[in-house]
T-cell receptor, first 111, second 114 residues
């Protein structure tokens, strides 16, 4: 069965520092991979997605993610974090099935 | 273009009461689903539908019923609410069952059962 693991429950970074959020997945076929962001009290916003092709995908708000098949990973990165990036981030996997979500990583940004 | 519309946005229920969370989409999407979100648990699939008249269970279906009489609507029913159903509920839709299709989420419904 497919599953998603986000090892970090909570991460705190300084504003301007780089960020990497980890995501590992288990899936029986070629996966479609997603990162969503959720601000407090809000719905989900799609940051980026990987279907095929170039393993480095660019998203909105300056985020990018790299698909590494050998490591079953799809880590999210941002070179310089802004205070407005404080939110919860969810990795998800799916193809011809409903999406399966990780449990999320909460990002705090300090001055 | 309204996208995916969920109502109500907030609701407080007493244990044992019933209610329906409404979900409507105006994009002619075949595929619709309901998730619940709980702290530290991410989003878990409750029920989904691949088209009018077809529904199936997800990871956490107990205590919930769904129906899909039209393409546009996919209501989620709680027949006898329990405190364990206190959660945030999200409805989602896409053109097809495959997640390769862009998935649109509603803004969520915050439900508290006391």
């Amino acid at each position: 069965a497919q599953s998603v693991t986000q090892p970090d429950i909570h991460i705190t970074v300084s504003e301007g520092a780089s960020l990497e959020l980890r995501c590992n997945y288990s899936y029986g076929a070629t996966p479609y991979l997603f990162w969503y962001v959720q601000s407090p009290g809000q719905g989900l916003q799609l940051l980026l997605k990987y279907f095929s092709g170039d393993t480095l995908v660019q998203g909105i708000k300056g985020f990018e993610a790299e698909f590494k098949r050998s490591q079953s990973s799809f880590n999210l990165r941002k070179p310089s974090v802004h205070w407005s990036d404080a939110a919860e981030y969810f990795c998800a996997v799916g193809a011809n099935t409903p999406l399966v979500f990780g449990k999320g990583t909460r990002l705090s940004v300090i001055a | 273009n309204a996208g995916v519309t969920q109502t109500p946005k907030f609701q407080v229920l007493k244990t044992g009461q019933s209610m329906t969370l409404q979900c409507a989409q105006d994009m002619n999407h075949e595929y619709m689903s309901w998730y619940r979100q709980d702290p530290g648990m991410g989003l878990r699939l409750i029920h989904y539908s691949v088209g009018a008249g077809i529904t199936d269970q997800g990871e956490v279906p107990n205590g919930y019923n769904v129906s899909r009489s039209t393409t546009e609507d996919f209501p989620l029913r709680l027949l006898s609410a329990a405190p364990s159903q206190t959660s945030v509920y999200f409805c989602a839709s896409s053109y097809g069952q495959g997640s390769g299709n862009t998935i649109y989420f509603g803004e969520g419904s915050w439900l508290t059962v006391v």
